[in-house]
C-alpha cells in the first residue's frame, strides 16, 4: 500500500508560480509511475502530466507544456510540480497519483490506469 500526501497549493496571481509536493509513503517506488492530474469546478479530471520513478522521464500535457515541470527526489520519495507563468485556467484541485508498474515506452494518462491517490490541493490563480 502507498499513501500520498499532496502539499503547496495556494492562491497565487496570474504570472506567478507555485510548486506542489506529493510525499509518498508506505514502499519503495522504483517500478511506479506517478502522475498529477487536476479537477476544475464542473469540470471532469484531466492528466497534467507524468514522470516514471525509474530513470526520470516525463510527459507533459499540452496545456501545460513548457510552463510545468515535473521532477522526483529519490531520497525524499517525493514528487514535485513546479508551475510556472500560472493562469487563471490552471486554478482546480491538484491530485497526486501513482500507478505500480510502468513498463515500455506508454504514458498512463488516465485515472483509472493509477492505483493510488493523494487528497488533492487547491490551487487558485486570480487574473
Known amino acids: 500500500q502507498v499513501q500520498l500526501v499532496e502539499s503547496g497549493g495556494g492562491l497565487v496571481q496570474a504570472g506567478d508560480s507555485l510548486r506542489l509536493s506529493c510525499a509518498a509513503s508506505g514502499r519503495t517506488l522504483s517500478s511506479y509511475a506517478m502522475g498529477w492530474f487536476r479537477q476544475a469546478p464542473g469540470k471532469e479530471r484531466e492528466f497534467v502530466c507524468a514522470?516514471?520513478?525509474?530513470?526520470?522521464?516525463?510527459y507533459y500535457a499540452e496545456s501545460v507544456k513548457g510552463r510545468f515541470t515535473i521532477s522526483r527526489d529519490n531520497v525524499k520519495n517525493t514528487v514535485y510540480l513546479q508551475m510556472n507563468s500560472l493562469k487563471p485556467e490552471d486554478t482546480a484541485v491538484y491530485y497526486c497519483a501513482g500507478r505500480k508498474g510502468a513498463y515500455g515506452s506508454r504514458w498512463y494518462t488516465m485515472g483509472y490506469e493509477y492505483d493510488y491517490w493523494g487528497q488533492g490541493t487547491q490551487v487558485t490563480v486570480s487574473s
Open positions: 514522470i516514471r520513478w525509474s530513470g526520470g522521464s516525463t
